[in-house]
């Protein structure tokens, strides 16, 4: 142990992760459960029925004011004013350049107030790059510490939260949000999530952090209700093929290369990074895409990716797939970035796992698709 | 949990002597710091091993972890219900999830591994 190393910060739900018996990890200098029984079982009771996430680490930042809307179309590369009060979008905070600052979830609360939903690593630098471009009639608040977040993630979500608030769930759309309560509890109650199933991100005073977490693993018993760690957090993002910082996504690379060209609008007038993006549109040179590996590895986060023995490109992510691995033969998959003319489905490429070359072939995604309905 | 009978090493494997067969293994704590295994690669028949050296590999969803060998020796067997059921590792790995049996070089070299009691103190159980 290092001396000079920061102490780990701690989320309102600390004690409970450990009363649970969950394996504690650093994350991004947070201390924060990995898994809990199994990353495996985790991930399967948020695909077949309900799982809790405690993301209270995720930072959050309001911006007020008269001229609230127009600091956010400076900053966002998504459309804000398009967006309806009590809807939210998903957008790139980005630099001049094209790159990532952060991927953000935007809601708009008022005419005058949004609240920004940002990595938990990266909200000190969000904040200040927000603050550098504020030459509006608008304040930015970094309010963090304001908000436990938990997600309740999972076809039987719904049923579950419902059980322990008066708001009308099935009302709210996906991607809509509204400021009501749990178990009393002023919150404030998006359909949105991080897992490619429907469910809820619930916003409240950390203070009734462990109290609400307790009632809603009580209201999610009869669906058979786990906590779920990292680990299966980051299993099935992947598989719904969404983009995690540091991964997919950092100051290197653009939301064009990131095969998320639909949020950023390039005709709108003005915002960070779009010149660098309107220029880059036609001349892209790499694209992420989805594999799938066709011979016995698995891809890892960094691997090399080669074509006819020289680098390509490399891993952003990859794991065996749960869900695909549930039925017959396992499956292991990723997303990694290649040459644009080498970006098809069904391209075959090489994987260096731990020196060896791996067959793997370019797939559609998203790897996983919920069924609707 | 951890067989008095065992030796076991910082690296968290295990190995058991009968005459001059060693069968090797991880351990308890290995497969649940591992989590859910997916996949173990182990030495074919005949490979001379070394004490202290890489000689496989297991990997779970989140992570891949070499194995170090316990001792030295040649391998006699290979635990082949590993390739199709990897996660029995997680289910038993101090019994029918062994890996490989060797013909130790030098049976000596358990004298310089933790006992169980030694280990699980080392592993804080």
């Known amino acids: 142990m290092s001396q000079d190393s920061a102490p780990l910060k701690q989320t309102a739900l600390n004690a409970i992760h450990r009363a649970q018996g969950a394996k504690m990890v650093d994350f991004g200098g947070w201390d924060m459960p990995v898994q809990y029984s199994s990353l495996v079982e985790e991930h399967h009771a948020v695909r077949r029925a309900v799982g809790l996430f405690d993301v209270s680490h995720m930072g959050e930042i309001d911006i007020r004011g008269p001229q609230a809307l127009h600091l956010v179309e400076r900053i966002s590369s998504n459309w804000a004013q398009k967006l309806k009060i009590g809807q939210i979008h998903y957008s790139g905070l980005l630099y001049e350049t094209g790159g990532f600052v952060d991927d953000i979830l935007v809601h708009k609360v008022a005419e005058d107030h949004f609240f920004i939903c940002v990595n938990a690593g990266n909200q000190e630098k969000d904040f200040a790059h927000i603050q550098a471009h504020n030459t509006f009639d608008a304040t930015v608040e970094l309010s963090s510490n304001r908000y436990t977040q938990i997600a309740v993630q999972g076809p039987r979500a719904l049923e579950t939260l419902q059980k322990l608030t008066k708001t009308p769930l099935a009302e709210i759309k996906y991607y809509w949000f509204v400021d009501g309560e749990v178990t009393g509890t002023p919150a404030r109650i998006a359909r949105t999530g991080y897992t490619g199933e429907d469910g809820f991100e619930i916003y409240f005073t950390p203070s009734e952090s462990a109290r609400i977490w307790r009632a809603l693993m009580v209201a999610g018993e009869e669906f058979g209700v786990k906590p779920a760690g990292l680990g299966a957090r980051n299993t099935l993002r992947l598989e719904a093929k969404m983009a995690l910082y540091g991964h997919e996504i950092d100051a290197s690379i653009s939301p064009l290369e990131a095969d998320l060209a639909w949020m950023v609008k390039l005709d709108k007038p003005d915002f960070v990074g779009r010149a660098a993006l309107a220029s880059q549109k036609d001349r892209l040179t790499r694209r992420l895409v989805g594999f799938q590996m066709t011979g016995r590895g698995i891809g890892r986060d960094g691997y090399e990716v080669q074509i006819g023995g020289a680098k390509a490109g490399w891993v952003t992510s990859g794991s065996p797939s749960p869900t695909l691995s549930a039925t017959g033969t396992p499956k292991n998959i990723g997303l990694c970035y290649l040459p644009m003319q080498n970006t098809a489905v069904g391209t075959e490429f090489e994987i260096l796992v731990r020196n060896q070359p791996v067959s793997a072939v370019v797939v559609p995604t998203p790897f996983y698709k919920r069924s609707k309905g | ?125």
């Open chain 2, 1 to 125: 949990m951890y067989p008095q009978n065992y030796s076991y090493t910082k690296e968290h494997e295990w190995v058991s002597v009968a005459g001059d067969i060693g069968t090797i293994g991880i351990t308890h704590h290995a497969q649940k710091e591992l989590g859910d295994i997916v996949y173990v690669d182990l030495p074919k028949l005949g490979v001379a091993i070394t004490a202290h050296s890489t000689f496989g590999s297991v990997e779970s969803v989140k992570a891949v972890s070499d194995i170090y060998s316990p001792v030295s020796g040649e391998v006699l067997e290979v635990n082949s219900l590993l390739a199709t059921q990897p996660e029995k590792l997680n289910e038993d790995p101090h019994g029918e999830a062994w890996l490989v049996k060797v013909k130790l070089a030098s049976p000596d070299e358990t004298k310089g591994l933790m006992t169980a009691a030694d280990y699980q103190q080392y592993i804080g159980e």
